[in-house]
């Protein structure tokens, strides 16, 4: 990932209607959720919240689909993982094992065992 494509997701991130959001749909995990239920969750009124979901996914972050007349949102895990690994890719001298010792279970989301649940 380039510098500026992670400085563009930081700046996503760095306000709190869209840090949010992001939070609520990774939590959600892939099926994501409709504009409508991300608006009720966070509170935001409809109008406001569509403006955070489009910086949001211009920065890489989340994902949209059309469902007949409903707009789906999840987040984008490949471009969340970029940004991870953005971050870590010279941690510890190039050895991020020893940055993060005991690394997260990888556990499909979905299956039993999901942290996205807890």
Same mark, same amino acid.
């Given at each position: 990932? =380039?510098a500026r494509?992670? +400085?563009?997701a930081?700046?996503?991130?760095?306000?709190?209607? %869209?840090?949010?959001?992001?939070?609520?749909? +990774?939590k *959600?995990? $892939?099926?994501?959720?409709?504009?409508?239920?991300? *608006?009720?969750? #966070?509170? #935001? $009124? &409809? !109008?406001?919240? !569509?403006?955070?979901? &489009?910086?949001?996914e211009? *920065?890489?972050?989340? %994902?949209?689909?059309?469902?007949? %007349?409903? +707009?789906?949102? *999840?987040? @984008?895990? =490949?471009?969340?993982? %970029?940004? +991870?690994?953005?971050?870590? =890719? =010279?941690?510890?001298?190039?050895? $991020?094992?020893?940055?993060? /010792? @005991? /690394? /997260?279970?990888? #556990? $499909?989301?979905? !299956?039993?065992?999901? @942290?996205?649940?807890?």
């Open positions: 990932m =380039e494509t992670a +400085i563009d930081f700046a996503a991130l760095a306000q709190d209607t %869209r840090l949010a959001v992001f939070r609520l749909l +990774i *959600a995990g $892939p099926n994501g959720l409709t504009a409508g239920e991300v *608006a009720n969750q #966070v509170g #935001v $009124p &409809a !109008s406001t919240l !569509s403006h955070h979901l &489009a910086t949001l211009r *920065a890489g972050l989340l %994902r949209s689909w059309r469902v007949q %007349r409903q +707009i789906f949102y *999840a987040s @984008d895990h =490949e471009g969340t993982r %970029r940004l +991870i690994a953005f971050l870590t =890719e =010279e941690c510890c001298q190039g050895r $991020p094992e020893l940055c993060f /010792p @005991d /690394p /997260p279970r990888a #556990v $499909p989301c979905g !299956s039993a065992g999901c @942290d996205h649940d807890a």
